[in-house]
């Protein structure tokens, strides 16, 4: 059965830095892209970062730009969004998506973590 599990979230005060870490086991046929997802309340659930299996193809939300990076740890198949210079606009629930194409589409992602909340507050 497929699985994505997100955890890392937290309260963090404006300006800090915070690591989410995501774990898969889904179909390798449909694994190609692995990426980031948040989604505020009352808010559609926005793009945040995405790359390619192996790491590479590696995309941005201009909103994160420079302040968040994606990546993988090859040992053990996890997948991270560090964040730094955090903001109040960057508190939502962050999702971790697996998709067989590259996309910035929510509706376009094969399976879905829970999520973790990132608050961001002094």
């Known amino acids: 059965q497929a699985q994505v599990q997100e955890s890392g979230g937290g309260l963090v005060q404006p300006g800090n830095a915070l690591r989410l870490s995501c774990i898969t086991s889904?179909?390798?046929?449909?694994?190609?892209?692995i990426g980031w997802f948040r989604q505020a309340p009352g808010q559609e659930r926005e793009f945040v970062a995405m790359m390619d299996w192996r790491g590479a193809k590696k995309q941005y939300a201009e909103a994160v730009k420079g302040r968040f990076a994606i990546s993988r740890d090859n040992r053990d198949n996890t997948i991270y969004l560090n964040m730094n210079g955090l903001k109040s606009e960057d508190t939502a629930t962050y999702f971790c998506?697996?998709?067989?194409?590259?996309?910035?589409?929510?509706?376009?992602?094969?399976?879905w973590g829970q999520g973790t909340q990132v608050t961001v507050s002094s």
């Open positions: 998506g697996v998709s067989r194409i590259l996309t910035r589409s929510h509706g376009a992602v094969d399976y």
């Open positions: 889904t179909p390798t046929r449909t694994t190609n892209y």
